[in-house]
């Protein structure tokens, strides 16, 4: 059973759908709306719990501010334009033969996957 607060903020980022990619600070500022007591503490605490539970996930995306949080669903990479900073995701992930090989020929398990692609957004090459 989770704490009411990290179930608040899971709720929170499942409902924003995949997709959608929510800093803590925007976690914070809906969770307030629920519940005006909240501690910008507690959402820190309860990303980093819900994360570990793998119940939401974490993208630390190269060039962004802050982590982003988003509903755990399939695998996907993802895309930040260097211009507006949008971050959308895609579909893509690295095959798993490719992994079980890359594994074998370096001796390590690999459970941990993060792509990020940039450049500019449709909007901003338009
Ligand atoms: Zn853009
Ligand atoms: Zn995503």
């Known amino acids: 059973m989770l704490p009411k607060n990290y179930q608040l903020i899971y709720e929170i ?14 976690i914070y500022a809906l969770a307030r709306r629920r ?8 959402v820190y605490r ?3 719990r819900l994360r570990d539970l793998g ?3 974490e993208l630390n995306v190269p060039g962004a501010d ?10 996907h990479a993802h895309f930040r334009c260097k211009r507006c900073g949008t971050i959308e995701d895609v ?7 490719t992994l079980r090989k890359l594994a074998a020929a370096h ?20």
């Open 13 to 26: 980022v499942e409902e924003s759908g995949l997709g959608h990619h929510l800093t803590p600070s925007e």
């Open 35 to 42: 519940r005006p007591g909240l501690g910008l503490t507690t």
């Open 46 to 48: 309860g990303l980093e």
């Open 55 to 57: 119940l939401v996930s």
């Open 66 to 75: 802050a982590a982003a949080y988003e509903p755990s669903g399939p695998r």
């Open 91 to 97: 579909a893509f992930a690295i095959p798993a033969r």
């Open 107 to 126: 001796g390590f398990t690999i459970d941990a996957e993060r792509i990020t692609f940039g450049g500019r957004c449709s909007a901003c090459s338009a």
